[in-house]
């Protein structure tokens, strides 16, 4: 079974200062998608960014990207120039690309990040 | 504007009573999951559809939760009776399968029960 590890319980960063929120999974399939999703004190799970495995190239949505190690199965999230609005817990999550347990999104168990006027 | 959602927002009940959470998917989305929050185990599958057929309810209670879509338009999660241990954020997400990538959340219902 696949598993997601934010070894990260809590991270806290200074306005405008860059932070990076790790992520580990296992999996023995070669081919699926990585995500990172935002939970704000509202409770709505908000979409970051995406990764597809397949892809060497990092994605990058803005002032968040990602650095995606696939030999070391690995999903790092940077975010830079911090902002009051950036405060949440943040999840990483697995989601496999065949068969019935592609459908599912396996979750981490969240890193809280702080950010600090 | 699509959006999941939910209803509803928040519940307190007391033990023993029937709780039933609703979800309208984003229209045109064929593929339903309801997901649990807690504080101890993070977040977990309960159940998801396909098409309005169960898929996998393997992460779901099955002697007092139950889960179903009457149509295309309302996904139902329930609980028979339900117990403290129940209270918990639970969450709806929809999204287009079986080539989909990311699922698109609801704002979940607080369940609180007493």
């Known amino acids: 079974a696949q598993t997601v590890t934010q070894s990260q319980p809590e991270m806290s960063v200074q306005e405008a200062e860059t932070v990076t929120l790790s992520c580990t999974y296992d999996t023995s399939e070669s081919d699926y998608y990585l995500f990172w999703y935002k939970q704000p004190p509202s409770r709505q799970m908000i979409l970051v960014i995406r990764q597809e495995a397949y892809k060497q190239q990092n994605a990058t949505e803005n002032r968040f990207s990602v650095n995606f190690q696939k030999a070391a199965k690995s999903f790092s999230l940077k975010i830079s120039d911090s902002q009051l609005g950036d405060a949440a817990m943040y999840f990483c999550a697995y989601r496999g690309s065949s068969g019935q347990g592609a459908q599912k999104l396996v979750f981490g168990q969240g890193t809280r990040l702080t950010i600090n006027p | ?114």
């Open chain 2, 1 to 114: 504007d699509a959006r999941v959602t939910q209803t509803p927002r928040h519940k307190v009940t007391e033990m023993g009573q029937e709780v039933t959470m609703r979800c309208q998917p984003i229209l045109g989305h064929n593929t339903v999951f309801w997901y649990r929050q807690t504080m101890m185990q993070g977040l977990e599958l309960l159940a998801y559809f396909r098409n309005r057929a169960p898929l996998d309810d393997s992460g779901m209670p099955k002697d007092r939760f139950s889960a179903e879509m009457p149509d295309a338009t309302l996904a139902t999660l329930k609980i028979q009776p339900s117990e403290p241990r129940d209270s918990a954020v639970y969450f709806c997400a929809s999204g287009l399968g079986p080539v989909h990538t990311e699922a698109f959340f609801g704002q979940g219902t607080r369940l609180t029960v007493v």
